[in-house]
T-cell receptor, first 111, second 110 residues
Framework: NAGVTQTPKFQVLKTGQSMTLQCAQDMNHNSMYWYRQDPGMGLRLIYY???????DKGEVPNGYNVSRLNKREFSLRLESAAPSQTSVYFC??????????FGSGTRLTVV | AQRVTQPEKLLSVFKGAPVELKCNYS??????LFWYVQYSRQRLQLLLRHISRESIKGFTADLNKGETSFHLKKPFAQEEDSAMYYC????????????FGAGTRLFVKA
């Protein structure tokens, strides 16, 4: 029972490079989310997908794009990475107002 | 605007002492509140939900709508409680978007 799986766990990018963070859940959840975690700022919502086929912006969407590939998978793309995007990224999912299940996180450094 | 405030960045207590992690929220709707915990090198995990009125690992939290608070309490702290704690407010509709507080790091000293 994997829950929410994120890849990669660590990544170093140069400014301007692109990359995609992958997230998959095996709990048949409808809703999926991408958050970034920064010291002193808690978790801030980047994008979310309330259900398969829909995506919406969260609090800090600039510089990111997402794809809800199917019910299981929700990817986050950085088209042109910037140092301000250095952060820890968490994917989460839920199927109701019962709380989230989180992935283990991706630590991204942009130099 | 919806907001979750955790006024303490760091809380340090001795083992066996009571602990209270404060959380205040701002929301015009009916709040659904949660506490999440992140132990060192582990993923965030749900600790408890106000709607369940449960006690997990000795922790409880009571929703006080008059004071718009949802403080997390434990009568006797243990060293293994040392972690980062996040209070969170679910907006319910629209895919259950959740707003997180900035977090409080609890350090329980031996």
């Amino acid at each position: 029972n994997a829950g929410v799986t994120q890849t990669p766990k660590f990544q170093v990018l140069k400014t301007g490079q692109s990359m995609t963070l992958q997230c998959a859940q095996d709990m048949n959840h409808n809703s999926m989310y991408w958050y970034r975690q920064d010291p002193g700022m808690g978790l801030r919502l980047i994008y979310y997908s309330a259900s398969e086929g829909t995506t919406d912006k969260g609090e800090v969407p600039n510089g990111y794009n997402v794809s809800r590939l199917n019910k299981r998978e929700f990817s986050l793309r950085l088209e042109s990475a910037a140092p301000s995007q250095t952060s820890v990224y968490f994917c989460a999912s839920t199927d109701g107002n019962y709380g989230y299940t989180f992935g283990s996180g991706t630590r991204l450094t942009v130099v | 605007a919806q907001r979750v405030t955790q006024p303490e960045k760091l809380l340090s207590v001795f083992k066996g002492a009571p602990v209270e992690l404060k959380c205040n929220y701002s929301y015009s709707g009916s709040p659904e509140l949660f506490w999440y915990v992140q132990y060192s090198r582990q993923r965030l995990q749900l600790l408890l939900r106000h709607i369940s009125r449960e006690s997990i690992k000795g922790f409880t939290a009571d929703l006080n709508k008059g004071e718009t608070s949802f403080h997390l309490k434990k009568p006797f702290a243990q060293e293994e409680d040392s972690a980062m704690y996040y209070c969170a407010l679910s907006l319910g509709t629209g895919g259950f978007k959740t707003i997180f507080g900035a977090g409080t790091r609890l350090f329980v000293k031996a």
